[in-house]
Nanobody, 126 residues
Framework: QVQLVESGGGLLQPGASLRLSCVVS????????IGWFRQAPGKEREAVSY????????YYKRAVRGRFTQSRDHAKNSVHLQMNNLKPEDPAVYFC???????????????????WGVGTQVTVSS
């Protein structure tokens, strides 16, 4: 059974940094393409970042470019999302998602992914 478990969410002030983690189990980690999505209340789930297995193809939502960085830790079967300079528009539930094939489009869609974590809440408030 494939499991993706997120952690690292919290309540922070604008400008703060946070690192989310997603631990993968039940599937060969090196064969899983991982993306991060977020969903704010009343809004659709949207892709925040995505990286292919080789790390040479990445996607970042325009609003987070230069602030968020996705990375893989092969030793710990983990994917991280480093979030710097958090802004008031960043609060949402953040999900990691996995699929065993490359995402076939420039901007990933939720329907491109087969496996999902339950999400971790990120709140930004002054």
């Amino acid at each position: 059974q494939v499991q993706l478990v997120e952690s690292g969410g919290g309540l922070l002030q604008p400008g703060a940094s946070l690192r989310l983690s997603c631990v993968v189990s039940g599937f060969p980690f090196d064969s899983l393409y991982i993306g991060w999505f977020r969903q704010a209340p009343g809004k659709e789930r949207e892709a925040v970042s995505y990286m292919n297995i080789g790390g040479d193809i990445t996607y970042y939502k325009r609003a987070v470019r230069g602030r968020f960085t996705q990375s893989r830790d092969h030793a710990k079967n983990s994917v991280h999302l480093q979030m710097n300079n958090l802004k008031p528009e960043d609060p949402a539930v953040y999900f990691c998602a996995g699929v065993d094939r490359p995402v076939p489009r420039a901007i990933p869609l939720p329907s491109d992914f087969d496996y999902w974590g339950v999400g971790t809440q990120v709140t930004v408030s002054s």
